[in-house]
């Protein structure tokens, strides 16, 4: 395509070109109306030429090219890549103390026991840190309800991954309820240790406490221990009876040669009493054998006692 300066100049020189023919051929009206008329043709087919060079319209038909769009962000912003960021991995480093087992080997949660009962709880705890347990290590109690604990020494090592079984005497509180006692291991350091992510979870004794009205013991005692005498005779006995909380006990002897009245025995808390001496006779020669029967609450044999016979003439 030719450029608009090309176009002048052709327009130009052609318009030169036809004024010299014009000027050869004399001053005739024809020459000089046959030169006019090429010149305006000329200058027409030019022009045309020159307003389809310039208008982005023309007819001319150009190659196109494949568009290729490249989307914008917000605001007519490129996106710009982004790195992604790293995160180093974490090293979770394993403590040095550490329990991650612990089993109930007796007394296990919500045990029942009745006011100011003797029992033991016994653990068994894996060692889950870093160190050995040494044998001075010790089961503390933290918090809670302490029934009575007292600090135990493990009085063995105890190497990672291993286990030991720990006790502790323990009694029932007095009054009815539940009960929890927390517990942890200490460093010979004095340094507390239990279970969990940061091993500041301790571990526990629960238990309910209940009132059970019985008796737990009765026992006869005879005065004399032992008959000499003339036969028939007589001995005293009384009964010492203790009770888990209070009420009333019904009761009477067993003996070899009969059974006694039934007799009561009230406690206003758990405990023991004594009961009032009874007379028994002694017909011999053979030795009485004796021993306390719980009617209420237990209906019970207890443990029989004997009191050797001599009859003398």
């Given amino acids: 395509m030719k450029s608009p300066i090309r176009i002048f100049s052709d327009l130009f020189l052609i318009s030169l070109l036809l004024s010299g023919c014009s000027l050869a051929g004399g001053n005739s009206a024809g020459s000089e109306t046959i ?9 027409a087919a030019l022009q045309t030429q020159l307003a389809n060079s310039t208008n982005p319209t023309a007819t001319a038909v150009a190659a196109t090219a494949t ?8 605001g007519g912003t490129l996106p710009q890549p982004t790195a992604a960021a790293y995160t180093a991995p974490t090293v979770t480093s394993q403590p040095n103390y550490l329990i991650t087992g612990v089993e109930d080997i007796t007394a296990p949660d919500n045990s029942v ?22 044998s001075d290590f010790k089961l503390v109690f ?10 135990v020494a493990l009085g063995r090592s105890v190497a990672p991954n291993q286990t030991i079984d720990i006790s502790v005497a323990l009694v029932a509180p007095s009054t009815d309820g539940a ?8 460093t010979n350091s004095g340094k507390s240790f239990g279970f969990g992510s940061s091993a500041a979870s301790p571990f526990w004794v629960k238990i309910t406490v209940q009132h059970f009205f019985q008796a737990t013991a009765a026992s006869v005692t005879a005065s004399p221990t032992s008959y000499s005498g003339v036969c028939p005779g007589s ?3 009384s009964a010492t009876i203790t009770s888990s909380s209070a009420g009333t006990v019904t009761y009477y002897f067993v003996t070899s040669t009969g059974n006694s009245s039934t007799y009561s025995m009230t406690f206003s808390a758990a405990g023991s009493l004594t009961s009032t001496a009874i007379t028994w006779p002694i017909v011999g020669p053979n030795a009485l054998t004796v021993h306390v029967y719980i009617e209420t609450p237990n209906h019970q044999d207890f443990s029989e006692g004997t009191v050797p016979v001599t009859c003398t003439p």
């Fill in 35 to 43: 030169a006019q008329t090429m010149i305006a043709s000329t200058v």
């Fill in 67 to 74: 568009q290729k769009i490249i989307p914008t962000a917000t």
């Fill in 113 to 134: 026991y009745i006011p100011g009962e003797a029992f033991t709880k016994t653990w068994r705890l894996t060692n889950g840190g870093a160190a050995t347990w040494t």
């Fill in 142 to 151: 933290v918090s809670g309800d302490a029934m009575g604990a007292t600090s």
């Fill in 179 to 186: 009960y929890t006692g927390n517990f942890m291991l200490q």
């Fill in 235 to 237: 001995v005293t006995l």
